[in-house]
């Protein structure tokens, strides 16, 4: 059981998530974030002219990392959530408006928007909820209780919404960003301190915690900090 659970399940959930139909990886986002705006959001109150820098830089971003895959960006405002970002396996990405007020440069929001261009690619939001209903459903044969399995479908929408992604996952998604800043020759610096912004004052990064499964900031920080010196 415990090898199924802690590397099993994990493989298991890679090879499922990239055989995927897009019509399932659809169907999952848009159930995720009708619950998002029934839940958190409210319209975006973000200048036009703001926005429309923020997606011409994204469209350049998509098209060097995203690996010919097909990308949007919505805008939503929220003050439960606060400044963050948020990546649907379907291929959108939702930026809030405190994040963009947070950020000090659009080099910033770049490094945001890789690091969730990465989660998708690597499909880390549907490997999160396969995982996490896989659990659920070993625990479920185990116990006999076969009933309950087929009601675990209904529950992708949440589990996405609030399980999070693992350690390995934004370890993964970080070292996305260093390297597509190091390709372009910009320092990490940026992302950095966007990091420390969002994830340490409370302020910037909301009231809820529903999305703190990031790991140890000071973790990610040094970690980034070596693929800077690993370049020089």
């Known amino acids: 059981v415990t090898l199924s659970v802690t ?15 897009p019509t399932a990886m659809d169907k999952i986002s848009r159930d995720a974030l009708a619950m998002f705006d029934k839940r958190f959001f409210k319209p975006s109150d973000l200048p036009e002219d703001k926005k429309a820098n923020i997606r011409k830089a994204f469209l350049q971003l998509t ?3 995203g690996k010919d895959r097909t990308f949007s960006l919505q805008f939503r405002k929220s003050k439960t959530i606060g400044a963050n970002a948020f990546a649907l396996p379907s291929g959108v ?6 994040l963009v007020k947070t950020s000090q440069d659009l080099r910033e929001i770049q490094g945001v928007l890789v690091h969730e261009i990465s ?9 999160a909820v396969i995982q996490n209903t896989g659990v659920v459903l070993l625990i479920s044969l185990l116990a006999g209780d076969v009933s309950s399995i ?4 209904a529950s992708i929408p949440t589990l996405l ?3 999070g992604y693992s350690r390995g996952f934004e370890i993964e998604a970080d070292a996305a960003v260093a390297v597509y800043f190091l390709n372009k020759g910009w320092p990490l610096k940026s992302y950095e301190d966007i990091l420390m912004r969002i994830v340490k004052d409370p302020a910037q990064s909301g009231h809820s915690d529903i ?8 973790e990610r920080i040094e970690r980034l900090k070596t693929y800077s010196t690993s370049a020089e």
């Open 211 to 218: 999305f703190s499964t990031h790991p140890d900031l000071k």
């Open 150 to 153: 087929t009601s675990l479908a």
């Open 93 to 98: 990405i939702i930026i809030t408006d405190d």
């Open 63 to 65: 098209r060097e990392t």
């Open 161 to 163: 919404l609030e399980s």
């Open 7 to 21: 590397w099993g399940l994990p493989q298991f959930a890679k090879i499922v998530a990239f055989k995927l139909p």
């Open 119 to 127: 989660h998708i690619t690597h499909r880390h939001a549907v490997r």
